[in-house]
């Protein structure tokens, strides 16, 4: 079982920055590649970002490249979205996740509570 609390959410303007942190408990973090999803009023959760299990590789949706950044620290059980030059369309409710198999793009085992974006114009 692993417990994912999602933290660094907030109300910016458009061109900031914030970073999400999203810290899990257990021991066995690094057996899992992690994710990062939004879902915004209205819409499907999409895929944002995803890392491997040893941070080696990273994924992320073509809307954001350029812009985000997704990072994690095995030591701290943790990983980060990095996000640049916030734009008003970011604006969603974000959450991470962990998987171990499947698809990258929708295929997690556990996900956390989310955390609120607001990016105002």
């Known amino acids: 079982q692993v417990q994912l609390v999602e933290s660094g959410g907030g109300l910016v303007q458009a061109g900031g920055s914030l970073r999400l942190s999203c810290t899990a408990s257990g021991r066995t973090f690094s057996s899992y590649r992690m994710g990062w999803f939004r879902q915004a009023p209205g819409k499907e959760r999409e895929f944002v970002a995803a890392?491997?299990?040893?941070?080696?590789?990273?994924y992320l949706r073509g809307s954001v490249k350029g812009r985000f950044t997704i990072s994690r620290d095995n030591a701290k059980n943790t990983v980060y979205l990095q996000m640049n030059s916030l734009k008003p369309e970011d604006t969603a409710v974000y959450y991470c996740a962990a998987g171990q198999a499947g698809d990258i793009r929708s295929d997690y085992d556990y996900w956390g509570q989310g955390t609120q974006v607001t990016v105002s114009s």
């Open positions: 890392i491997m299990r040893n941070g080696g590789n990273t």
